[in-house]
């Protein structure tokens, strides 16, 4: 899609989860990471709107950015360097991956905030309308009332290669290598290309702002 993502956008929300990352490197132990991501959650795991042959269908998940190609092979590779040093190690782990964040998924150089990645831990109603059409609306709120986003996007699923890596590998990162333990499998990423933004604040209330 032509054009910079606007600038309300990148500040409310890729901005500000760098932000929720940033305070991760200030916590001192995994109870306050704990917290900290408990308290944002609405920002880390926006709902994602389907419809197709598994009817109207939304549902949270959590989704990151992905960076870009020239950069995506060093990333995967960063990743499973952290998990293998820091598996098991709580805290330390954690603070591994916020570093990790900060200098790839939430750095403008590295990342494309129009595209964002997650896995699909299901084959339920999302993922029966994915197959079928590939559209997927995003909605995001900035709590308490500073902002909201309507992201239309094309969705492609992937089940191998470099993508399939990076998104499995991000959860892996900050979900399983602090506690040394494994609770599932790898699954499907999603990849989220952004088509179209619309500013759902109340203030604008569905104003066009991308592309």
């Not at 040394?180 to 933004?197: C, D, K, M, Q």
């Amino acid at each position: 899609m032509p054009g910079e993502p606007p600038k309300e956008y990148i500040d409310l929300y890729f901005l500000e989860r760098r932000r929720i990352v940033e305070a991760l490197l200030k916590a001192k132990g995994m109870d306050e990471i704990s917290d900290l991501i408990y308290k944002n959650s609405l920002l880390l795991a926006p709902t994602v709107a389907t419809c197709g042959p598994a009817g109207v269908n939304a549902a949270p998940f959590m989704l990151s950015f992905m960076v870009k190609e020239e950069y995506l092979e060093e990333a995967v590779g960063k990743m499973k360097t952290i998990i293998d040093e820091m598996y098991g190690k709580g805290w330390r782990a954690m603070l591994e991956a916020a570093k990790f964040l900060l200098d790839y998924v939430y750095n403008l150089e590295k990342s494309d905030p129009l595209t964002l990645v997650s896995h699909l831990m299901s084959k339920g109603h999302t993922y029966r309308n994915l197959v079928d059409n590939g559209r997927a609306t995003i909605s995001i709120l900035i709590p308490p009332d500073r902002g909201a986003f309507e992201l239309r996007t094309r969705v492609e699923i992937v089940e191998d290669g470099l993508v399939y890596e990076y998104a499995n590998l991000l959860h892996d990162m900050i979900h399983v290598a602090p506690e040394g333990e494994r609770s599932h499998p790898w699954y499907p990423a999603l990849v989220f290309h952004v088509e179209e933004i619309y500013d759902n604040s109340f203030q604008k209330l569905g104003v066009k702002i991308y592309p």
